[in-house]
């Protein structure tokens, strides 16, 4: 830097040929014109000008410097980026007044910022000269619009050069200070974008210091008050009528091509240029004369009017934006009465709006001329090449803080329902309106923000929630101190959110008053002017702190009237960002098993979560920020593979429709299971029981909504779509087992047709569970459906006997044998010695309870033996029947060991039911009553003699195995269960599968045998249909012989409208096939997809971690250096 | 060289579309030949395009028009192709095979276009192509576009001689990466 300095400030001091930037042409300039103090505001495209003279003041205030270069620390230039537009031209006016020349520098709309200075002094007076430099920016290439600022000549009456080359501005921006000082008047000197970044040849002179000694004058014209204004007018435009400006006119209006012509062409700026290359190389100098306006305010009439008085048959007039000088010209020929035809905007293609070009120029005076000009030598076909291309906008960089903030806003505001306004503003900021943040509603000018936010949030009061401003911190300072002022002021309901990245970062970071690196300034706070102006809720907030940032947000939108955050994290480019984000021995990376695949089918043409899942992976990502309870949800493992996350997830989201479609996709017994599955899911997720999360009652809570639980349309549509396999399946038994697998099986397309002994379906589930614990209704109507889906149902049919299974081999084309273990081993200790009428077994019992067949008199004893699930059921029912019952448990188990689930051994304690563990009967007797005698089951000596009047037998589940003897006794088990393969429930012999209890691997509870039957399913299909696939529920299905570590009692969540509110404490993640979340609402340039993962692009990433809070699905972590094989991303050159 | 020669350096924002133009302007001047640049970055820091037009001879401002580019130096292959309109018959091309992503593109909501069939167009077209397919992982990002004007450097076509490029590349580069800066150049020349 110092090297272009010292080139700024000396090599040039004799006239050398160079190429210049335009702006560093005016910098230049200045400088040679003996300017003193400089003041500006950052603006593209004009702050090059200002750079330079910021590295000059810098350099020349360096105390090395100061030794090492006296001369050019000699004539020190001031120079400061003032906090806005306006007080920089208002301490330029002053600086001027004081007896120093002062350049003021902006871009277009900068202008109006500062307007209200320029129109008052002009007025008065100035004494040392000041030049405004103001850069226009047709074509919008960075700004707000393309306004027209040669109009402030007009409207301000000031004189204005309007450059078309860097070499232009250098020599106009240095005569600007020779006009300004001898009018004692401003001069604007307007260029325009491709002036200002453009590099042309041009020779420099030398720098001629200034030689200004300061001073104050006491003039008259020092004090503006309206008794002085109406001559201050008069003498104002007597000074820009006067002669002083004619040699001012006649170096800059300049004529090429002078000669009799037919036609002339006046032109000013950029468009001049264009004009003279397109002139050049048609060899054109002998058709056209060219008037180049170089001054054009005061509008100079002599020279135009001279030229038109030339005699030519047609003018054109060229011009970028408006028709100014076009409009100037036409008065002056109507005034003069000449006959001339003058041509200007939309003529041949000229326009008011955008910038020119050669094409332009080239149409414009092949139209005026009435020739064919040099055409180029085009390639036919090429230009579609460049036509329908992805458009490549700017973005915020990887690791912005904005994209922090807008990320930990968008989780807390809903943008669909558009209830929160979002007001944004300009700067990098304002790249928060871009896809995928899309976080701004509004963008206006600088400062307009917390104005629209006030103004909407009066205008919409009582409707809607609080408006949202949203500013940076170069802005705030700019022109958000005042509006906020006004906010605090009429007591306004606004979010102020400052993101406060401690530079101006659009204009390639600058200081200002809020965050400056330069110790010579003062460093304003922003959080105590918050506080000075009276805002209560003031707080700073780490937006890269996801967690903490967010429920920031949400108490500063709760909170009544003004609040503002401070979101403090510096920007990427500056020097403290590194040590910022720290992490020096680790890099960010994606875990690729975890990112965007579901590991829990294979088969991709599995319907689970798989819907659009935008709004899923939303409330996934909220969760994530919001919830204390993180869960992998493959911990909770549901057997007939459930997705439970996206389960869950729905009800979070009050999609409770789409919650019951997700069970339903896996299982018929939606309400069944939410009355009795025994919830392996939450019991073996190894949480406390304080941080179980209630998949079964959710269960239960979304069967119970009538309306959705009465709609099978999903099921139905499934049916209608599959591909019919044209085979025929036969299921004997038609328990939730077989049931379960005709469920499945009738929705792949396959005829299947259910054998069941009873008069009725539903096996264990309609006979031995007591009808107080479910809904036996509503599993009437889930068998029902099955009809309804084409199941067809053969009632009475019992294997052995109706049906054998060797016929059904034949008439079929599999059978899934799911008979259930009918019948209760007998159990000699009782039925050797009580008659028949004092024992059951516990199916007869439970059956005949269901039945209300059971002929128990009120005030029985009955006892109970056995310690699984049927013994508590027979014991509850027991006491069920007549309250004045008692119902005792005899088991050999301890109690922890019982085979009973454990909340059924509660409900039955909390019952009254006396369990008595380790403990058998050692005889029975009868008489009276029934005596039993009891032994402990360790010490096999006598414990205690019962009287009791009913004894139940709930042990000893055997199957009938008279009934499928083909299969040979070698292949069942002592109890007469049938072994199987454990991957698809195939028995040995060929086409025959297993499900249920009489599976020999079966797990006797309703979700095991209903998994069982899906696995069977699932080898059938494999059998038929070469479906490649494992049963995806296997892993859990297999796991469900762990027993609970604890035993809990169910978990009991308030249902009412606080539902979603309770269920806010659990972010149970997973990754979900098709989980776009971070590309959809992140847009960090460093996360790439490749080949359908997410990768950290490390060239790119500047480790802010951000992306690591983000992941639903927790796939991207820190990771060791070393630890990761790092290839391309670390160069040597 | 003919009467004016029109290049037309296009990126992305961080590529070193602006060093490179710089660069070029600097040797022209110092082998005294006529120059001018036009440059358009105004959010192109924000990863957005990049365009400079540098123009040699006479009478030229660096402004470029359709099918009047000369030269073409494209350091990402997707802005290359959005300035096919701008090439002619007589055009030489360089794109460095380098892909830069724009967001649409990452989130799958559009296509890569196919850059192959468009080199393969150019081929078949116009009077030269190189496309930098050299694995070029072991050069650092920052100075990945000194390979590319190297490469570009023994080119017929190309006005300016080696000895001014070598010169304006101490004059104008940062002195850190003079070094590889000039290491690089010469790869790209010599590969």
Known sequence: MKDKVIDVLTSYSTPHELSALGNEAVARGALEAGVCGVFSYPGTPSTEISEVFNMVCNFQNNDENAKNYPELVKNKVYFEYSINEKVALEKAIAYSIGNKSALCVMKNVGMNVASDALMSVTYQTIIAPLVIVVCDDPGCHSSSNEQDSRYWGNMASVPVFNPATPEDAYRMTKEAFRLSETLRLPVLVRTTTRVSHSRGMLAYNEIKPADRVPFFDRLPEMINIPARTAAAHKKLLDKLSGDSLTPFFHEFNRRYFPGNKEYGIISSGAASSYLLEIIHRNDLSEKVEILSLGLIYPLPEKDILSFLQQGFKKILLLEELDPILENATRKIAQVHQLEIEILGKNFGGLSSTGEFSLEIMDQAISAFLGLETVKNDRVEGLGSFAQELPPRPPTLCSGCPHRASYYALKLLVPRENGEVVLCGDIGCSGLGALPPLNMIDTINHMGMSISMAQGLAEAMKGKGGKVVAMLGDGTFFHSGITSLLNAVYTKSNILVIIFDNRTIGMTGHQDHPGATHLSKYNQIEILPLLKGMGIAFAEELQPFDTRDAYHQIERALAAEGVSVLVSKAPCVFLPEYKAFVGHEDSVIAVDPSRCNTCHNHLDHAIQCSRRSSAQSSMSRAVAKIKADKPMDATELSCPANICNHGFFHSIVEKDYKTALDMVRDKLLFARTCGDICHRPCELFSGHESESIVPIRQLKKYVSGIESNFSNFSAAQAQVRNAAPKNKSVAIVGAGPAGLSAAYDLVREGYQVEVFEKEAKAGGLIRFAIPDFRMDKKGFDFEIAQLGQLGVRFHYQKALGKEIQLAQLGEDFDSVILSVGMGKINRLPVVADHLPANKWFSSLEFLKKYNDKSLPVTPGSRIFVIGGGNSAIDVARSAKRLHASNEAMISCIESMENMPAFGEEVTHAREEGVLIMPSTYVHHCESGDHVKIVLNGYISKSLLETLEVDYVVVAIDQQGQTEDYSELGAENLTEKGRIRVDKHSGASNLENVFVAGDICADNHMSLIGAIASGKRAAVGVRQKLEGYQFEYEGLQALLGLERKAEKRQASMQYDTGDNLTEALGVFDLFQSCEKCNHCIDNLGCPALIKVAGKMVIDLAKCTKCGLCIDVCPNNAISWVKKESLEIVAHERNA | ?191
């Open chain 2, 1 to 191: 060289m003919k009467e004016t020669l029109k290049t037309m350096v296009v990126g992305v924002g961080g590529q070193g579309v602006v060093l490179l133009t710089d660069l070029l302007v600097e040797a022209a001047l110092l082998a005294g030949i006529p120059v001018a640049s036009s440059e358009i970055y105004g959010l192109s820091q924000r990863g957005g395009s990049v365009t400079a037009g540098i123009t040699f001879g006479e009478n030229t401002n660096g402004f470029i028009e359709q099918a009047g580019v000369d030269i073409l130096i494209g350091l990402e292959p997707l802005e290359a192709q959005r300035c096919a309109a701008y090439l002619h018959r007589g055009s030489t091309v360089v794109i460095d095979n380098n892909r830069i992503l724009p967001y649409v593109v990452n989130a799958g909501n559009a296509a890569y276009p196919d850059i192959e069939k468009f080199v393969g167009f150019l081929t078949a077209h116009i009077h030269k192509v190189i496309y930098i397919t050299d694995d070029l992982g072991s050069i650092k990002p920052a100075v990945r576009n000194l390979y590319v004007l190297g490469k570009l450097s023994k080119e017929k076509v190309f006005p300016i001689p080696y000895e001014c490029l070598i010169k304006a590349i101490h004059n104008i580069v940062t002195p850190d990466f003079v070094t590889a800066s000039l290491r690089t150049f010469e790869l790209g020349r010599n590969n």
